[in-house]
């Protein structure tokens, strides 16, 4: 029997997860807390942790992991800007969900978007009082607009597809272009200059924290839609803030926050919001932010549970590590294991 202390538990993973691999070779420890240097201890006895986005997985929590005889980390999402894979080498295997529903998420860009471009946040609100004014919805075509995508991996070829869909022009750029896509790749100062709205689909890491600064803002056209349903890090959200006070950017759709950790996912509704930064963005009218739930679809949630389940039995029944993330190879990112085995 597998024993597996499942950090960060939510109603639907628990119900993807017992759906999916309940009882047979596999034991869940269902935690609510978050994993961090305070809580590690509760994997005690466990072959394994599940973690989501917002665990802390630094050196210290894998060192204590590793004291307790854990030796498998197996992320429950594609990101892992939240591990320490150069501590975690040697020590503990790291995996993770490589792709679960690229869908999902380019969709939830794509939805945020198009609400924001037709106000249909402000409409829902209003026709729900009965007010069926239409003054100050006046939205625009994304026919014939230009959409900057940065990061063409899964999510971002489907994000592009949806912008052709709607006879966007689209431009990009990709630290690693993709050869013979048909994609048009420019630098980034060129895509800033020429998007109307620009989308962020690539990870966080550091050479993209805060690649969205005042500088890059600096850059870009008036009237700007930011879309980020990658990671919140990736934007200085101080600068994004000072952009839409200053009418340079048009509207924000934000899924993510770079200090969202001890907020999104949690009903803060009866208390006093201590992030003053968030609620003034949270505030403005041009301003959509959902709480990270890009990902959060039927179809998403059962790739997720069967992925994790099968990264989990084929390290421990038949020592291979599929969807390893190893420091070892040395770029992450380019890392392809293809032969499946342990990377150390
Ligand atoms: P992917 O690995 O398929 O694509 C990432 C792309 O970014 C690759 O083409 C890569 O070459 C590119 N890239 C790497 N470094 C770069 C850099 N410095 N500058 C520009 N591009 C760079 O990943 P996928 O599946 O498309 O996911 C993208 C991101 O979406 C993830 O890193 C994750 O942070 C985020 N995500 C968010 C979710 C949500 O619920 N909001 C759910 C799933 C993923």
Known sequence: MIRIAFFDTKPYDRASFERCCGGRDMRFRFLETKLNEDTAELAKGCDAVCVFVNDTVNAAVIGRL?????????????????????????KIHVV?????????????????????????????NRTRDFNFSLTGLTGFDLHGKTAGVIGTGKIGRIFIDICRGFGMKVIAYDRF????????YIEPDELFARSDVIS????????????????????????????????????????????????KIGAACLDVYEEEADIFFEDHSGHIMNDDLLARLI???NVIVTSH???LTEEALNNIAETTAGNIRSFFEDG???NELCYRCGNIERCRNDRKDKCF
């Open 96 to 124: 993770h969900v490589p792709a679960y529903s690229p869908y999902a998420v380019a969709e939830h860009a794509a939805a945020l978007l198009l609400a924001s471009v037709r106000r249909i946040h402000k409409a829902y």
């Open 283 to 285: 505030s403005m009218p």
């Open 200 to 247: 962020l689909h690539c990870p966080l890491n550091d050479e993209t924290r805060h690649m969205i600064d005042a500088s890059a803002i600096g850059k870009m056209k008036k009237g700007v839609i930011i879309v980020n349903t990658s990671r919140g890090g990736l934007i200085d959200a101080e600068a994004l803030l000072d952009g839409i006070k200053s009418g």
């Open 320 to 322: 291979r590590c599929v």
């Open 293 to 295: 739930q890009a990902f």
């Open 177 to 184: 272009p993709a050869p013979d896509s048909g994609i048009e």
């Open 66 to 90: 590793y004291e307790m005889g854990v030796r498998l980390i197996a992320l429950r999402s594609a990101g892992y800007n939240n591990v320490d894979v150069k501590a975690a080498y040697g």
